[in-house]
C-alpha cells in the first residue's frame, strides 16, 4: 500500500480515538518491523495538531519458535516505560499485550492502539461507530449474565461460570484514558471463574487454531473440568496442539481463557487465505463466531500470566446467557447486535 493512502486510514483511526491538537502520541515500533506504519502513524498525526514522537526498539532476539504472549522488548527498558507513560496515546506496532508494560501504560491513564495486521486488512476493516454500538450492546448483556453454556452439533457443551472477571469490548479503536484496542476487532468476551468451567468442546473442521494461523482438519476434542484443560484427544491437529502446549513446560497453559463472540459482518472465516501473514484478528471478528481460549488471564485481572495462549474462533456454535440465547449455530438472534441490514 503506497504511504499516502496508509496516512488517510491511519488518520481515520486516530481521529476516532479522538486524538486532536496538543495531544502527545507515541508510535512505539522495533527494529524494521512496520516503519511505513510508524511513518503513516507519524504523518497523520502531525494532520491532526498533534505531538508525534516515534519510540523505535532495537530489533527481538531471536525467538524459540513459539508465540510467547507478554514478553516484550519493554521488560528490560524501564526508561521506555515511564515515557510512554506520560503520552495521551500510545500507537502499538509490536504487540504488547497481556505484558506487564502494557499494563502499567494503561494504569497511568495512556490510551493504547495496536495495530500489527496487514495494511490492506486495515483498509478494508476501519473501524465504525455504528460496530462499536452493537459490540458496547454485547458487553453489556454479558456484563449482566452469571452463566454461559456453549454447545455445538458436533458434541461441544460447555458450561463458564462468569461474572467474576471483566467483561472486554473490542471495536478497533479507543477514545477513553486507559483503554486498549486492537486494530481490526469487533467482538466481545470474558472469562469463567478460575474453577468454573467444565464440559467438553469439540473443535470441528473448519475452525481456527491462532496462533497456528491454520484450519482445522479433524475435531479436536477438550474435556474441562473446574477450569482445567484434563485430555486433548483427536488426530493430527490435537497432537499438534497438545506438543505445542507441552513445549512451555507450564501447566498454567492448560488453564481456560477468555470466551466471546464476533460481531464484525465484514470479516471474513476465510480471512487467513487472502492474509496469512497477520495475526488472525479477522477471525477472532467475523459475525457469529464463538471464542474460547487458554491459558493467560491476566489481561482480565485473573493471576495466570503463563505465556501459553490460544485463541480458537468455532463456526456454527450457540450461545447461551442465562439460558437466553445469544448466537444460534453461528447466527447472532439478538436484534440490537445485528448489522442494520441484517436487522
Same mark, same amino acid.
Given at each position: 500500500m503506497d %504511504?499516502? =493512502? &496508509?496516512?488517510? #486510514?491511519?488518520?481515520? +483511526?486516530?481521529?476516532?480515538?479522538?486524538?486532536?491538537?496538543?495531544?502527545?502520541?507515541?508510535? !512505539?515500533? +522495533?527494529?524494521?518491523?512496520?516503519?511505513?506504519y510508524a511513518d503513516a502513524f507519524l504523518a497523520a498525526g502531525q494532520m491532526l495538531g498533534a505531538r508525534m514522537f516515534h519510540m523505535r526498539l532495537p530489533p527481538p532476539m531471536p525467538a524459540s519458535g513459539a508465540w510467547a504472549v507478554g514478553e516484550t522488548g519493554l521488560a528490560a527498558n524501564p526508561d521506555a516505560v515511564e515515557a510512554l507513560k506520560q503520552a495521551d496515546m500510545v500507537v502499538d506496532l509490536i504487540f504488547l499485550l497481556f505484558s506487564e508494560e502494557q499494563m502499567a501504560i494503561q494504569a497511568a491513564g495512556t490510551r493504547i492502539v495496536t495495530a500489527v495486521e496487514p495494511a490492506d486488512l486495515l483498509a478494508r476493516l476501519i473501524p465504525t461507530k455504528e460496530l462499536r454500538e452493537r459490540v458496547e450492546v454485547g458487553a453489556e448483556l454479558l456484563s449482566k449474565a452469571k452463566v454461559m453454556r456453549i454447545t455445538s452439533e458436533h458434541g461441544t457443551d460447555v458450561t463458564y461460570k462468569i461474572g467474576m472477571y471483566p467483561t472486554m469490548s473490542e471495536y478497533g479503536y479507543t477514545d477513553e484514558p486507559g483503554r486498549w484496542d486492537h486494530w481490526p476487532a469487533g467482538f466481545v468476551f470474558t472469562g469463567g471463574a478460575d474453577d468454573g468451567v467444565d464440559g467438553q468442546i469439540v473443535v470441528a473442521p473448519g475452525d481456527?487454531?491462532?496462533?497456528?494461523?491454520? @484450519?482445522?482438519?479433524?475435531?479436536? =476434542? @477438550? =474435556?474441562?473440568?473446574?477450569?482445567? #484443560?484434563?485430555?486433548?484427544?483427536?488426530?493430527?491437529?490435537?497432537? &499438534?496442539?497438545?506438543? @505445542?502446549?507441552?513445549?512451555?513446560?507450564?501447566?498454567?497453559?492448560?488453564?481456560?481463557?477468555?470466551?466471546?463472540?464476533? &460481531?464484525?459482518?465484514?470479516?471474513?472465516?476465510?480471512?487467513? =487465505? +487472502?492474509?496469512?501473514?497477520?495475526?488472525?484478528?479477522?477471525?477472532?471478528?467475523? @459475525?457469529?463466531?464463538?471464542?474460547?481460549?487458554?491459558?493467560?488471564?491476566?489481561? !482480565?485481572?485473573?493471576?495466570?500470566?503463563?505465556?501459553?495462549? %490460544?485463541? #480458537?474462533?468455532?463456526?456454527?456454535?450457540?450461545?447461551? %446467557?442465562?439460558?437466553?440465547?445469544?448466537?444460534?449455530?453461528?447466527?447472532?438472534?439478538?436484534?440490537?447486535?445485528?448489522?442494520?441490514?441484517?436487522?
Open positions: %504511504l499516502s =493512502t &496508509l496516512t488517510a #486510514i491511519c488518520k481515520i +483511526q486516530l481521529e476516532l480515538s479522538g486524538v486532536h491538537e496538543g495531544e502527545k502520541v507515541i508510535v !512505539l515500533s +522495533q527494529g524494521n518491523e512496520r516503519l511505513d481456527v487454531l491462532l496462533p497456528f494461523n491454520s @484450519y482445522v482438519r479433524d475435531p479436536i =476434542t @477438550y =474435556t474441562i473440568e473446574k477450569g482445567i #484443560i484434563r485430555d486433548i484427544r483427536g488426530g493430527l491437529d490435537a497432537e &499438534l496442539v497438545k506438543s @505445542y502446549m507441552a513445549g512451555f513446560n507450564d501447566p498454567r497453559g492448560f488453564g481456560m481463557s477468555h470466551v466471546g463472540w464476533g &460481531l464484525d459482518e465484514r470479516a471474513k472465516w476465510h480471512g487467513l =487465505t +487472502q492474509f496469512p501473514g497477520g495475526m488472525g484478528m479477522e477471525l477472532r471478528s467475523f @459475525y457469529g463466531n464463538v471464542m474460547f481460549s487458554t491459558g493467560p488471564n491476566n489481561e !482480565l485481572g485473573g493471576p495466570n500470566d503463563t505465556a501459553c495462549h %490460544l485463541d #480458537i474462533p468455532m463456526r456454527d456454535c450457540s450461545l447461551f %446467557l442465562d439460558d437466553e440465547p445469544v448466537v444460534l449455530k453461528g447466527k447472532v438472534v439478538v436484534r440490537e447486535m445485528q448489522p442494520a441490514k441484517a436487522a
